[in-house]
């Protein structure tokens, strides 16, 4: 193939430059929530971030009841967590992206994402949302709305369409 314009790799990364925001210098962070759509957030974080030249947080939330203290050990929750960052960094060594995981307790998602993102100066957050069919589309949860209204970054919402329903062939 035949670039006219310039060469590929200076393409991606203007491109990765420009998902980040004009004048943008910091990381990515990827939330991962256990859904279907973690793989596509990390796979889509670590191609802009190499692109980018730039680093990967990859950050799991542990919700803790306020019945708990903060710092409770929560071992299904937290074997939980491992597996999935575990996969994510399988996901960022195979695109060669430099990825950083980790596993935050805190009482609420929304302000640990948005805490997680100051903290590592990042640039952009991408977070997930699988869509319940059986909710209007007007509402996003508390944590997403939380990180959409508080970010100090540019947020990239990626949303799966809900399930449709199966329906029965007619003749």
């Known amino acids: 193939m035949v670039h006219l314009w310039g060469s590929r790799a200076r393409e991606e990364t203007e491109i990765s430059k420009s998902a980040l925001g004009e004048g943008a210098t910091g990381d990515i962070a990827v939330v991962l929530c256990g859904d279907k759509l973690d793989a596509n957030l990390v796979y889509l974080g670590c191609q802009m971030a190499k692109g980018a030249k730039r680093k990967v947080h990859l950050v799991h939330v542990i919700e803790v009841p306020r ?37 935050v307790q805190a009482r609420d998602a929304g302000p640990a994402i948005v805490d997680e993102a100051k903290d590592h100066h990042c640039a952009l957050i991408l977070i997930g949302l699988v869509r319940n069919g059986n909710k209007p589309v007007q509402e996003l949860g508390k944590t997403v709305q939380y990180v959409l209204a508080n970010a100090p970054c540019r947020v990239w919402l990626v949303q799966d369409p809900a399930p449709r329903p199966q329906h029965a062939l007619t003749h």
Do not use: F, H
């Not at 409770?72 to 960094?89: F, G, P």
């Open 67 to 103: 019945a708990l203290p903060l710092k409770a050990v929560l071992t299904q929750e937290s074997d939980r967590a491992d597996k999935l960052l575990n996969a994510a960094m399988e996901i960022a060594e195979k695109v060669g992206c430099e990825a950083v995981a980790e596993v």
